[in-house]
């Protein structure tokens, strides 16, 4: 952190145990990974043995029992190290789904064995090609069939499902009107991925994207689930997910914000040690009023995101600050990135300065969880009380 800026000792505790962790994998691990196309799966193995993904599990159940506030401050760390967090942030982002809205039982059969690393909650299947952010537009479908749920339908952009044993899946159980968001007639379930294998009710296609990230279109094809792993009420999905989606959009936005301050960081040590003319291309106000500003608009974002996660910790609406701080860092964090470009120059292109790496990742958190123009129309509608666009 700037050295003006005060921060809690926990906060400060939590850094420097990811860092120490982080340093066990150099911008070098993150390179190879992306060039080939890898899931970081040492890192991943050793972000769970060191309790890091259980942040926001409960302690009774064998998780750390941080704040979304804390557990922001973990995911930014591993980004602001060089690092990407997609490859195990929904263990993160899940569990304002699962731990909120999960029966007592639910919570005793699956959280401690999520906690303690054996079982990988890693998947949120929620979006489909056709309703794309439109979720009370979804088609999966979920008919219930005696003590059981059958589902049918088709996600994309289920991330990780290969390398995870749980999924959260979103599912049309009813016939309320789709005009009505918070029910829709949609359920939530927890899926043990491992019995939808055996049943063989997974078609699993991988989605090669611009840069490294496990993502996948994956078709459930009577995927047998038993009534007992519906989260929260049936038929009151929509309202169990908003706030694993607002535990999402500040969490990433987090991870956007260690983007920007990497790229920051970069681009002050660059602008520092290069030399041109006889003199520190940083004396140049073309290069450092840019960097300047970019560390502006990534601190701005950095607080609201600090109020949008305690929001969500004091269990109060953050719906508009949760979008308003996901608009801001992800446009924040490629600005930053844009920045650190300019400041490199050409040797910002190349591979072993990892510039353009962590540009092609900051750049996703414009579109996903959701687009920006989605979230100006949110904020248009239910914040300013503007006419309905969409």
């Known amino acids: 952190m700037p050295k003006h800026v005060p921060e809690p000792a926990d906060h400060q505790v939590l850094r420097a145990e990811v860092r120490t962790l982080c340093e066990q994998f150099p911008l070098s691990y993150w390179q190879e990974c992306d060039i080939n196309r890898q899931y970081p799966e040492r890192f991943v193995v050793e972000f769970m043995k060191s309790g890091l993904a259980s942040a926001m599990i409960p302690k009774e159940f064998g998780g750390l029992g941080l704040s979304l506030d804390q557990a922001a401050v973990i995911l930014e760390e591993i980004h602001r190290s060089g690092g990407n967090a997609s490859a195990c942030h929904a263990q993160m982002y899940t569990m304002g789904a699962l731990v909120r809205h999960g029966s007592p039982e639910q919570k005793r059969h699956w959280l401690p064995r999520i906690a303690s690393g054996e079982l990988r909650l890693q998947v949120f299947s929620v979006t489909e090609r056709e309703s794309g952010s439109d979720t009370k537009a979804i088609r999966t479908t979920a008919i219930r069939e005696g003590p059981a749920f059958v589902i049918n339908g088709t996600k994309n952009w289920t991330s990780r499902i290969e390398q995870s044993d749980l999924a959260l899946i979103l599912a049309r159980s009813g016939d309320d009107p789709v005009e009505d968001q918070v029910s829709g007639g949609m359920s939530l379930f927890i899926v043990d991925l491992e019995d939808a294998r055996r049943q063989q009710a997974l078609i699993v296609e991988p989605a090669p994207t611009w840069m490294n990230y496990a993502t996948y279109q994956v078709t459930y094809r009577n995927l047998r689930v038993p009534d007992g792993n519906v989260?929260?009420?049936?038929?009151?999905?929509?309202?169990?997910?908003?706030?694993?989606?607002?535990?999402?959009?500040?969490?990433?936005?987090?991870?956007?914000?260690?983007?920007?301050?990497?790229?920051?960081?970069?681009?002050?040590?660059?602008?520092?040690?290069?030399?041109?003319?006889?003199?520190?291309?940083?004396?140049?106000?073309?290069?450092?009023?840019?960097?300047?500003?970019?560390?502006?608009?990534?601190?701005?974002?950095?607080?609201?995101?600090?109020?949008?996660?305690r929001l969500f910790d004091d269990g109060m609406n953050c719906g508009a600050e949760a979008n308003m701080v996901k608009l801001l860092a992800s446009e924040a964090s490629w600005q930053a990135g844009n920045v650190c470009l300019d400041t490199f120059g050409g040797d910002g292109f190349l591979i072993g300065h990892h510039v353009e790496r962590k540009l092609r990742e900051t750049r996703l958190y414009q579109t996903a969880p959701v687009s920006n123009n989605l979230v100006l129309a949110y904020l248009g509608h239910r914040t300013l009380g503007l006419p309905k666009s969409y």
């Not at 999402?248 to 991870?255: G, H, P, V, W």
């Open 231 to 309: 989260i929260g009420a049936e038929g009151a999905g929509f309202r169990a997910i908003l706030d694993g989606m607002n535990a999402e959009r500040i969490q990433l936005a987090a991870e956007a914000i260690g983007d920007g301050y990497w790229f920051i960081e970069q681009a002050a040590s660059r602008a520092t040690a290069r030399e041109t003319f006889g003199r520190p291309i940083g004396a140049n106000q073309g290069i450092q009023f840019p960097i300047a500003r970019a560390y502006t608009e990534v601190f701005a974002a950095d607080q609201v995101r600090k109020v949008a996660a």
